[in-house]
């Protein structure tokens, strides 16, 4: 890191603290604030001071295009064979797989939450003494199963809007499982 900023002076109208002192003393940032006051021309108003900083995303300084200026593709929410990734999912579909993805998550993660609190109340309780490495596995695989139900909630969902599935999606999984790795096959060759 020395080495990086040994590259270039620093520029004079940067405050930074001499390293002999203490950090827990830092000393004032006056210099600073009066240098970042001094660069604002006095004739710019705060909007005009947003206004010229609400493009600066990423690192190439070229504005990105509002949501104005972005056409929207008009989807019938049927799917075809050469549809790209602006491809609408019907509100039916996302409703069910928002249901399912909160379920796969909740379910695990509240039995792991519960499981840590009949742990700590037995051991208050002198009812039940449960090793450490019990508790600890018991949460890595209940949180573990948990990180994985947006996946899961994701594809075991019938994505065909007619028809609802099955109650856990072992099937839909399987079947949208493969449709989405042809699809991805397709877009690369």
Known sequence: MKSLLSISPPPSSLYLP??????????????LFRTIMASKSPNQTRGAQRKSLANAKGFTGTPVPSAKETPVPQNSGKRTSNAGPEEEVPQVVFNRMMVRILVSVGVPMATGLALLKIFEIGKEQGLLVVPVWVALLTTFLTFGVSSFGIAYGALSTSWDAESDGSLLGFEEAQKNWVDMWREEDESTG
């Open 18 to 31: 001499n390293s002999s002192s203490s950090p827990w003393k830092p000393k004032s940032p006056t210099r």
